[in-house]
């Protein structure tokens, strides 16, 4: 069983584990995305999270 130094470590084996082409955004392909609060996603995805936790929640 691997081990790692510290949460970032395992964090970045399971999304190589996960995504071994590179993380796509699944709302738009972009390959241009960073870490959320529960997952990854690009900007656009960030800011439709974003309205629709100011709309009361998902549709």
């Given at each position: 069983?691997?081990?790692?130094?510290?949460?970032?470590?395992?964090?970045?084996?399971?999304?190589?584990?996960?995504?071994?082409?590179?993380?796509?955004?699944?709302?738009?392909?972009?390959?241009?995305?960073?870490?959320?609060?529960?997952?990854?996603?690009?900007?656009?995805?960030r800011?439709?999270?974003?309205?629709q936790?100011?709309e009361?929640?998902?549709?």
């Amino acid at each position: 069983m691997a081990t790692f130094p510290d949460d970032a470590a395992w964090a970045e084996h399971l999304a190589r584990k996960r995504w071994p082409d590179r993380f796509a955004c699944p709302h738009c392909g972009s390959r241009r995305a960073g870490a959320l609060r529960r997952g990854r996603g690009c900007s656009s995805a960030r800011e439709r999270a974003r309205s629709q936790a100011a709309e009361g929640g998902p549709r």
